[in-house]
């Protein structure tokens, strides 16, 4: 029996007598209108890279100049797009602001970004068609003000959009646009004209447009008005030479701002931070979202982001952002320090002639003081990366506040050490005159090569031995005391002062640790060679010092050796030393305050330098220091590094005083280990 032909279904119709290529042709038309007809509906899948998906998930008008994906969605939620709003800006943002179809939080973000889009734009215009003044702060202070009202004024807090990105983005706007608006206001008010009188109106009220902002805070921060100089966006500023760039993610603009010296600067020993850090945050006033978004007042609070860490914020307590490092790099990169610690060696008229002692923040007395004091021809270079890496560390910065000595260092080790013990001495009378505060306690001395020299001075006794070794090997003049202080001894006014102050002292009482690196304290072979000598003939007092020094110098030149010279068979003067001879390991002083008496109540510590591995560590040398004169036997800890002289910038190093910072801090525990780490 024959089966039935099958039901002829489509797929089994014969091909039109046409052919095979019209009738794809055919079947292909249909299915283009079936396409539209339906709406053009097609979804297709593909893979994307993780550098395409950040910049979907992060990418905004601040990191790549366009519109983020969450604005781009929002306007064509609003049947709109990127280039329609950089058309018709204003139409779009009345879109924006009148559509009923958006959260609250979708609006203000992207009104926020689309007005700093706006802002960027402006402030990227040539000259010629860039707006003026008073329209382009608008646009900062419109991104800044919808960003404020996002992140303050919305259903949701802050804490409940914590991990969002987008709560970081517009963060981001309003701390980029705060910092945009104050330097645009700033720069505008510190008129070329009438610059004092300009700054002096910028620290209290700017009018700008129809907007009023009240700058009262800054003298709640410390400063009084016309101070303020420059305000500098820290994220503006690369440095080269900074190791680090230590900052704290926030809420806020971080700014540097470069301020005028202070009125009794000169008579004072102490310098204060030109370029202090500063966190900036604008207020909008308003209780509400609506009246935020109507208010044409702003309160500007500056604060130290050393002292301030957080702020109340329309009923929020919000973290503050900040930038540590900033400032102290610019300091550094604008202090001229290289050239003229040159100077200062030569005793030329560029250099100094008597230690400063430069605060790198504003003195806080909750905090304890870290002194540090560099080398031979050196400045407070010296401590590029180890101020700024000590401070790095979160728990050391909550506690300690550095101070940087810069001292002449062609002037003799006693000279030195006397005005330096003398600057900081007056220092922290002028901040704490009761000597109550926990700033004046523990301070903690760190010195490096003669720097460490000095600071082991700093904290030892001489007692008579100074003295007593001078009388043994000179011959003091016939109208000299033959013994400071003896009864019936005759006295020539100003002899016994002049030298007294420089051969009997005492500690300071305020400090109770100390940290010696590559510190030469029974001098060194190396100021012996024909170089060093050669370099040491250069150097020459400065007039001002040898004003200084008055009685002294006249009564070291009647000194004469009771040794026959062997060079001359005559008993020549002493004359003054500098620098270079004091750290001779032949040298009189170096030798007679080698074993002076640490105080006990100091702990001090040696970092030493070892740049000679080939031989046995008692042999060793950092190529300037042997290790046999940085070694101190009674040590607490001893870290030997692979390293030349400057052992202070390696890592390991200033882990170490690191360390020893921090366990200072905790009370009660064990001693730190001792011998030495090679």
């Not at 008597?354 to 010296?382: F, K, N, T």
């Not at 050796?561 to 270079?580: H, K, L, M, Q």
């Amino acid at each position: 029996m024959a089966l039935p032909a099958p039901f002829p279904t489509p797929l089994h119709r014969p091909l039109p007598p046409w052919g095979p290529w019209r009738w794809l042709l055919h079947r292909g038309v249909l299915a283009c209108l079936a396409a539209l007809l339906a709406g053009c509906a097609g979804v297709q899948v593909d893979s994307i890279s993780t550098a395409d998906y950040l910049r979907q998930r992060r990418g905004d008008v601040l990191t790549t100049g366009s519109l983020s994906p969450a604005s781009a969605e929002v306007l064509r939620v609003l049947g709109l797009d990127e280039k329609q709003c950089e058309r018709d800006a204003p139409a779009c943002r009345r879109s924006l602001s009148e559509s009923t179809g958006l959260t609250e939080e979708q609006r203000l973000a992207t009104l926020a970004e689309v007005w700093l889009d706006a802002a960027q734009a402006g402030a990227r215009a040539p000259a010629a068609e860039a707006p003026a003044l008073d329209e382009q702060v608008n646009l900062w202070l419109e991104a800044a003000r919808h960003a404020y009202a996002y992140l303050f004024f919305t259903a949701r807090a802050p804490s409940e959009r914590a991990f969002e990105d987008r709560q970081s983005q517009v963060r981001d706007y309003y701390n980029y646009a705060v910092q945009e608006a104050l330097s645009a206001l700033f720069k505008a008010h510190a008129s070329p004209d009438n610059p004092e009188r300009s700054r002096e109106e910028a620290a209290q009220v700017a009018t700008v447009g129809p907007w009023q902002l009240d700058f009262s805070s800054l003298r709640s921060a410390g400063l009084e008005p016309g101070r303020v100089r420059e305000v500098i966006p820290a994220a503006s500023m690369r440095f080269s030479g900074l190791r680090n760039v230590y900052r704290r993610d926030g809420f806020g603009a971080e700014l540097v701002l470069g301020l005028a010296p202070q009125a009794d600067q000169q008579q004072q020993p102490f310098r204060t931070m030109p370029y202090p850090p500063a966190t900036a945050v604008m207020v909008f006033e308003g209780r509400t979202q609506r009246e935020v978004l109507a208010t044409r007042r702003i309160r500007v609070l500056l604060r130290d982001p050393y002292r301030t860490a957080s702020e109340r914020i329309a009923r929020h307590t919000v973290p503050l952002a900040a930038n540590f490092s900033a400032g102290y790099g610019l300091w550094l990169a604008r202090s001229g320090f290289a050239t003229q610690a040159l100077d200062t060696l030569l005793g030329l008229s560029g250099g100094i002639d008597r230690p400063r002692i430069h605060l790198m923040q504003p003195y806080d007395p909750g905090r304890r003081i870290v002194i540090m004091l560099h080398g031979l021809a050196s400045s407070p270079e010296a401590w590029i990366n180890v101020a700024n890496e000590v401070l790095g560390d979160e728990a050391l910065r909550r506690n300690y506040q550095i101070w940087q000595v810069y001292y002449p260092t062609n002037a003799p080790l006693a000279v030195n050490r006397d005005t330096i013990a003398t600057a900081i001495e007056a220092t922290l009378r002028h901040f704490d005159p009761e000597g109550t505060a926990r700033a004046s306690q523990h301070v903690t001395l760190i010195g490096h090569s003669m720097g460490g020299v000095l600071a082991r001075l700093l904290v030892s006794s001489s007692g008579d031995r100074l003295w007593n070794a001078l009388q043994a090997r000179y011959e003091l003049p016939d109208d000299a005391p033959q013994e400071p202080g003896a009864e019936g001894a005759p006295d020539v006014p100003g002899t016994r002062q002049a030298l007294d102050r420089y051969l009997r002292f005492s500690p300071l009482p305020q400090v109770s640790e100390a940290i010696f690196i590559a510190a030469p304290h029974r001098g060194t072979p190396f100021a012996n060679h024909r170089l060093a000598r050669w370099a040491a003939n250069l150097i020459s007092l400065p007039i001002g010092m040898v004003r200084q020094l008055g009685d002294a110098t006249r009564v070291m030149g009647r000194l004469r050796p009771r040794a026959v010279s062997a060079d001359t068979g005559a008993a020549a003067p002493i004359g003054i030393p500098n620098s270079i001879d004091n750290l001779s390991d032949r040298d009189d002083y170096i030798r007679w305050t080698a074993d002076l008496p640490i105080d006990p109540g100091v702990r001090y510590h040696s970092i030493i330098g070892d740049d000679t591995p080939d031989v046995p560590l008692a042999e060793s040398s950092d190529g300037i220091v042997p290790y046999a004169s940085a070694h101190l036997p009674s040590a607490a800890s001893e870290l030997v590094l692979p390293s030349a002289h400057s052992v202070q910038e390696h890592p390991r190093a200033i882990l170490e005083i690191r360390r020893i910072l921090n366990e200072e801090l905790q009370e009660g525990e064990g001693a730190a280990p001792t011998g030495p780490a090679r």
